[in-house]
T-cell receptor, first 113, second 110 residues
């Protein structure tokens, strides 16, 4: 049971490049979300999804796109990377309709130069 | 989801109990209180959660006041490995925005 898997672990981009951060979970969780964490700061919610085909914005959605075509996968897309998007990105998942905790991935460390 | 407030940092001697407070004065009747911790830059780790009653597991105890406006996470015998940032959040059924605050940075010293 792998839990929440994020790839890649590290990524360096140049300003203006695009990329997709991958997140997959094998626990059949309906709820998935993306957070970013800047140095010395707490977690800020980017986007979240309560099920396949349903996504919604979090606290800091600008510059990021998401889609949820399957229950297992919730990719995060940066269409035109900016230095302000340098951060550590965490994906999380949990069941809905019951009190259950979030399961987090190990993060993707992104640097935009 | 209710907003939570926590102290920015706390210290605790190794072997002593660490008591981490959290204020959630706007919590609604059906919102759970969850605690997570983050060690270095790893993904946050679930610790414990509760609704009304006090809870205990192998990691910690959670004390929720009768009016549910605040709670305390207790690590009964803190070790150096408990040095981390501890987050308290309140939410309902995991179907809404799960907002983390800035948490409490706990430093356990020898």
């Amino acid at each position: 049971n792998a839990g929440v898997t994020q790839t890649p672990k590290f990524q360096v981009l140049k300003t203006g490049q695009s990329m997709t951060l991958q997140c997959a979970q094998d626990m059949n969780h309906e709820y998935m979300s993306w957070y970013r964490q800047d140095p010395g700061m707490g977690l800020r919610l980017i986007h979240y999804s309560v099920g396949a085909g349903i996504t919604d914005q979090g606290e800091v959605p600008n510059g990021y796109n998401v889609s949820r075509s399957t229950t297992e996968d919730f990719p995060l897309r940066l269409l035109s990377a900016a230095p302000s998007q340098t951060s550590v990105y965490f994906c999380a998942s949990t069941r809905t309709g019951a009190n259950s905790p979030l399961h987090f991935g190990n993060g993707t460390r992104l640097t935009v130069t | 989801d209710a907003k939570t407030t926590q102290p920015t940092s706390m210290d605790c001697a190794e072997g002593r109990a660490a008591n981490l407070p959290c204020n959630h004065s706007t919590i609604s009747g059906n919102e759970y209180v969850y605690w997570y911790r983050q060690i270095h830059s790893q993904g946050p780790q679930y610790i414990i959660h509760g609704l009304k009653n006090n809870e205990t597991n192998e990691m910690a105890s959670l004390i929720i006041t009768e009016d549910r406006k605040s709670s305390t996470l207790i690590l009964p015998h803190a070790t150096l490995r408990d040095t981390a940032v501890y987050y308290c959040i309140a939410y309902l059924y995991n179907t809404d925005k799960l907002i983390f605050g800035t948490g409490t940075r706990l430093q356990v010293f020898p």
